[in-house]
């Protein structure tokens, strides 16, 4: 299993354009999440989905989009980047519930949007 | 709203010492996570924790959790340098899947 794959790994934008986070999992997990991590602060969430077709915003929403068509994917856009989404940004996956459920995090992505 | 405060958000310590990290949450959750993460690196789960007086250890690692008191601590025992990181605690809201997480404590172990 390749877990949870995030593209790109680095990205540069200028303010105003638009861009899509890729992520997408191979663990047939049903719950998904978009986190940015700013330096000094822990993870906040951005939007996540519970299956494919239901998604719902997190503390983080606004400049963000996202759509599940799929069961393993789940892309982030950013509609008009502006520099205070300048972050690094994980996608997550999580296990099925009970004693064992668990995070998988991605990678990440580093935007820098100037 | 729930809110999760750690501390010390900076942790600097010698080989061989003990130390304890602390997350506090402010309302009622069902379950409580720790987290490692090495520098430009992701997330990596250290552990869950479910219930109230549950403890989990892994080598130099123990984790517990106190639901009533809303405090879980890391407990690090005879550091190693290899256990520098930073390491974070979240908390899981009890209406659905949200992680609200802690700012983190940057851990730094000296030879």
């Known amino acids: 299993n390749a877990g949870v794959t995030q593209t790109p790994k680095f990205q540069v934008l200028k303010t105003g354009q638009s861009m899509t986070l890729q992520c997408a999992q191979d663990?047939?997990?049903?719950?998904m999440s978009w986190y940015r991590q700013d330096p000094g602060m822990g993870l906040r969430l951005i939007h996540y989905?519970?299956?494919?077709?239901?998604?719902d915003q997190g503390e983080v929403p606004n400049g963000y989009n996202v759509s599940r068509s799929t069961t393993e994917d789940f892309p982030l856009r950013l509609l008009s980047a502006a520099p205070s989404q300048t972050s690094v940004y994980f996608c997550?996956?999580?296990?099925?519930?009970?004693?064992?459920?668990?995070?998988?995090f991605g990678p990440g992505t580093r935007l820098l949007v100037l | 709203e729930l809110k999760v405060e750690q501390n010390p958000l900076f942790l600097s310590m010698q080989e061989g010492k003990n130390y304890t990290i602390y997350c506090n949450y402010s309302?009622?959750?069902?379950?409580l996570y720790w987290y490692r993460q090495d520098p430009g690196k992701s997330l990596e789960s250290l552990f869950v924790?479910?219930?109230n007086g549950a403890v989990k250890q892994e080598g130099r690692l123990m984790a517990s959790l106190d639901t009533k008191a809303r405090l879980s601590t890391l407990h690090i025992t005879a550091a190693v340098h290899d256990l520098s990181a930073t390491y974070f605690c979240?908390?899981?809201?009890?209406?659905?899947?949200?992680?609200?997480w802690g700012a983190g404590t940057k851990l730094i172990i000296k030879p």
């Open positions: 997550a996956s999580i296990s099925s519930g009970g004693a064992l459920e668990t995070q998988y």
């Open positions: 663990m047939n997990h049903e719950y």
């Open positions: 989905s519970v299956g494919a077709g239901i998604t």
């Open positions: 309302t009622t959750s069902d379950r």
């Open positions: 924790l479910l219930s």
């Open positions: 979240a908390v899981k809201w009890v209406s659905n899947y949200q992680l609200i």
